[in-house]
C-alpha cells in the first residue's frame, strides 16, 4: 500500500492532500462534528468512511445499526465505529411503533466478532443507550455513570438522583479499536430490550431481540493514513 504521509518530500504531501479531497468530494468521508458535546468547535473531517467497502448498516425492528473502520498503521490494528439510533418516519426501512413491537429500546449487552474472536459484555463502555426516532434518549438509565457532559445535567431528585431526560438528535456513537490484530472480518449484533418509560428499565415481560451489524472484510486499504 502506498503510504500517505509528508516524510517523503512534496509529492507524498500532494497526494495525502488529493486523497483526503478525493475522499470528501465523492462522499466517502464527510465533515461533521468530531466531539458530540463539544458542538461546531469540533468540527473537522471525519476519517470514518459512511459508504464503501469499510462501512456497513443494517436495520433490524427500525434500529439502524451503521459500523465503520479506518486502519491505523502505525499500531497494526483497526479502529471502529459503531452508530445505532432508530429510524425516523420519513426515512425508508421505517416501522411505526405498532409494527416494531415497542416506542423506545435500550441496549444491554453486544457481541462483537472481530475474527476468530467473539467479545461479549454489558452494553457499551458504561453506556445503556436508549434508541428514539431519530436518536436516542440522555438520562441516569442509559448513562449510569455521569460520563456524557456532567455539567448538562439537572437533577430532578437529589435522593433517587434521577437527571432529566434529554433527548438527543443523530446517532449514538461509540468508538473503538480492534488491537493488534490480523483478524479479517468484523461484525457482530447489539441486543435490545423495549424500555419502560415510567420505571426508567428494559421491560422484563417483552422479549428483546439481537441488531445485526453487515459483516466486514478487514482488508487493508491502498492508501494509508
Not at 465533515?31 to 464503501?52: C, D, H, R, T, Y
Not at 405498532?98 to 463502555?125: M, P, W, Y
Not at 455521569?146 to 446517532?171: C, I, M, S, W
Request: with cysteine; net charge negative.
Amino acid at each position: 500500500p502506498r503510504l500517505a504521509t509528508p516524510k517523503a518530500g512534496e509529492e507524498s504531501l500532494l497526494m495525502w492532500i488529493r486523497e483526503h479531497t478525493r475522499k470528501l468530494l465523492e462522499g466517502e468521508c464527510t465533515a461533521s462534528i468530531l466531539v458530540p458535546e463539544m458542538g461546531q468547535s469540533s468540527l473537522g473531517v471525519n476519517l470514518f468512511p459512511v459508504k464503501g467497502e469499510l462501512f456497513g448498516n443494517k436495520v433490524t425492528r427500525n434500529v439502524s445499526i451503521s459500523s465503520s473502520l479506518v486502519y491505523m498503521v502505525e499500531m497494526g490494528s483497526w479502529a471502529y465505529s459503531i452508530r445505532m439510533r432508530q429510524l425516523r418516519m420519513d426515512e425508508e426501512g421505517y416501522e411505526n411503533e405498532e409494527k416494531r413491537g415497542f416506542k423506545h429500546c435500550i441496549l444491554t449487552s453486544r457481541h462483537l466478532i472481530i475474527g476468530n474472536q467473539h467479545v461479549r459484555g454489558d452494553a457499551v463502555i458504561g453506556f445503556y443507550p436508549i434508541l428514539c426516532e431519530g436518536g436516542w434518549i440522555l438520562n441516569s438509565r442509559s448513562d449510569p455513570h455521569h460520563q456524557y457532559a456532567r455539567n448538562r445535567y439537572v437533577f430532578l431528585d437529589a435522593e433517587e438522583k434521577r437527571v432529566e431526560e434529554t433527548p438527543k438528535e443523530g446517532d449514538f456513537i461509540y468508538q473503538s479499536q480492534t488491537g493488534s490484530s490480523r483478524a479479517e472480518i468484523f461484525g457482530g449484533d447489539f441486543h435490545f430490550v423495549p424500555y419502560d418509560e415510567k420505571s426508567h428499565n428494559g421491560r422484563s415481560d417483552q422479549a428483546g431481540f439481537d441488531a445485526t451489524m453487515v459483516s466486514i472484510p478487514l482488508k487493508t486499504p491502498g492508501f494509508l493514513y
